[in-house]
């Protein structure tokens, strides 16, 4: 069974970063579009970021864009999401999540797997 | 560009049917059939319930469906069942630049 797990969520102080990563347990990264998804404390899920697994475009949501930066390692089989420049907004769970589209070029814009997340606290 | 609009909160005894609804506007959920819903028990990941407005994962329920009629879609969940209880999210395609919107989730409390 394919699992994604994150991990390198922890408190970090404004203007500081921090970097994530998801490991998945056996699907490539190379053939699917990889999400960053985040729910702020008591707020709704708010999509955050995608790369495309064959080339490595990425976009984002314009709250993190030159901000954050998504990228991923195919020989790990890991995807990371370094953030700089954080704010107290930024708090909040992240999630990593698959497209299922499996060319490695191309979007559903769904989520068929996510992981349990890792809280990013970001407080003085 | 704002969330899309659900209810805060819907509730329903076991066996009945309730409806959520997702209102957007015609740059995402109007403009494509790319609506998606999950459903989410707090610490756990959230799961895909419906995606292309009608479409059903294997292995999700057949109690659970999808529905779009102009910038408003709906999901359905038939037969109640106390396991249900959750919060939903409804997301869509909101096009380049926006990419993908969510709601901001419904808390289904089955009484």
């Known amino acids: 069974e394919v699992q994604l797990l994150e991990s390198g969520g922890g408190l970090v102080q404004p203007g500081g970063s921090l970097r994530l990563s998801c490991a998945d347990s056996?699907?490539?990264?190379?053939?699917?579009?990889m999400n960053w998804v985040r729910q702020a404390p008591g707020k709704g899920l708010e999509w955050v970021s995608v790369?495309?697994?064959?080339?490595?475009?990425?976009y984002y949501a314009d709250s993190v864009k030159g901000r954050f930066t998504i990228s991923r390692d195919k020989s790990k089989n890991t995807l990371y999401l370094q953030m700089n420049s954080l704010r107290t907004e930024d708090t909040a769970v992240y999630y990593c999540a698959r497209d299922p589209c499996g060319n490695g070029l191309c979007h559903y814009w769904y989520f068929d797997l996510w992981g349990r997340g890792t809280l990013v606290t970001v407080s003085s | 560009q704002s969330a899309l609009t659900q209810p805060a909160s819907v509730s329903g005894s076991p066996g009945q049917s309730i409806t959520i609804s997702c209102t957007g506007t015609?740059?995402?959920?109007?403009?494509?059939?790319?609506v998606s819903w999950y459903q989410h028990h707090p610490g756990k990941a959230p799961k895909l319930i419906i995606y292309e407005v009608i479409k059903r994962p294997s292995g999700v329920s057949n109690r659970f469906s999808g529905s779009k009629s102009g910038n408003t879609a709906s999901l359905t969940i038939s037969g109640l069942q106390t396991e249900d209880e959750a919060d939903y999210y409804c997301?869509?395609?909101?096009?380049?630049?926006?990419?993908?919107?969510f709601g901001g989730g419904t808390k289904l409390t089955v009484l």
């Open positions: 997301c869509s395609y909101a096009g380049s630049f926006t990419w993908v919107l």
């Open positions: 015609n740059n995402d959920v109007g403009n494509y059939n790319l």
């Open positions: 056996g699907l490539s990264f190379s053939t699917y579009a």
């Open positions: 790369i495309r697994g064959r080339d490595g475009t990425a």
